[in-house]
C-alpha cells in the first residue's frame, strides 16, 4: 500500500533563512508525488510535483522539491523563507492502482518569523 | 472560473440529524473525491469516483454515502449524524493519472 511520512509536525524558520519540509514515502512501482499548501480556513492548493526526469521540481512561489529514490524522500525547499509562506503543508503520493486515490501525509506546519 | 464549489460552508447538526454536502465541478473531470481533515491526522479518504454513476469506499467510508447522478456533481450524505463525524469535509477533483488535484473550500461540519 503507498504511504506518506512527514517527520515534523512543524518548522520553524526566520524570513529569508532557507527552509526545508521533510517527506518520505513508500510506494510499490513509480512514485508520483505532489506538495499541497493549505492557508487558514481554505483549501488545498497545488504546489508543485513529481512524475518522471529530472529529481529537482520546480514549483510555484519559489518552492521547489528534491526527488530522492535511494532514500524514498521528497523533501520540499525555498531559498529563502517569507513570512507569507507560514501555512500547512501536505506531501502526497498518487496511488495509480485504481481510481487514481491521492494518499496524503499528516501535514506540517511551517512559521517563518520576521 | 469556479473550479470546485462545496455547499454548505458551515453546518451544525444534532446527534441522529441526516443532510447532504453538494460537490460542483466546472472543469470537466472525470474523477471526484470527498476527503475528511481532522487535527493531526491530515486527509483521509471518504468515498471516490472514477466517473458518472460509479462510487467507491476510500480509508473511511463508514456512516457516508455517496452519489454521482451527473459528471459535474458528486454528493456526500450522513445518514445519521455522529459527534465524530465533526470534521472539516473536502472536495477535490482531477482528470485522472498524474494531474493534480482541485479542491474546494471545504465545508466545516459539528455534530453536538
Known amino acids: 500500500a503507498q504511504s506518506v511520512a512527514q517527520p515534523e509536525d512543524q518548522v520553524n524558520v526566520a524570513e529569508g533563512n532557507p527552509l526545508t519540509v521533510k517527506c518520505t514515502y513508500s510506494v510499490s512501482g513509480n512514485p508520483y508525488l505532489f506538495w499541497y499548501v493549505q492557508y487558514p480556513n481554505r483549501g488545498l492548493q497545488f504546489l508543485l510535483k513529481y512524475i518522471t526526469g529530472d529529481n529537482l521540481v520546480k514549483g510555484s512561489y519559489g518552492f521547489e522539491a528534491e526527488f530522492n529514490k535511494s532514500q524514498t524522500s521528497f523533501h520540499l525547499k525555498k531559498p529563502s523563507a517569507l513570512v507569507s509562506d507560514s501555512a500547512l503543508y501536505f506531501c502526497a503520493v498518487r496511488d495509480m492502482t485504481g481510481g487514481f486515490k491521492t494518499i496524503f501525509g499528516a501535514g506540517t506546519r511551517l512559521f517563518v518569523k520576521a | 472560473n469556479a473550479g470546485v464549489t462545496q455547499t454548505p460552508k458551515f453546518r451544525v447538526l444534532k446527534t441522529g440529524q441526516s443532510m447532504t454536502l453538494l460537490c460542483a465541478q466546472d472543469m470537466n473531470h472525470e474523477y471526484m473525491y470527498w476527503y475528511r481533515q481532522d487535527p493531526g491526522m491530515g486527509l483521509r479518504l471518504i468515498h471516490y469516483?472514477?466517473?458518472?454513476?460509479?462510487?467507491a469506499k476510500g480509508e473511511v467510508p463508514d456512516g457516508y454515502n455517496v452519489s454521482r447522478l451527473k459528471k459535474q456533481n458528486f454528493l456526500l450524505g450522513l445518514e445519521s449524524a455522529a459527534p465524530s463525524q465533526t470534521s472539516v469535509y473536502f472536495c477535490?477533483?482531477?482528470?485522472?493519472?498524474?494531474?493534480?488535484?482541485?479542491f474546494g473550500e471545504g465545508s466545516r461540519l459539528t455534530v453536538l
Open positions: 477535490a477533483s482531477t482528470r485522472g493519472d498524474t494531474g493534480e488535484l482541485f
Open positions: 469516483s472514477v466517473g458518472e454513476g460509479t462510487t
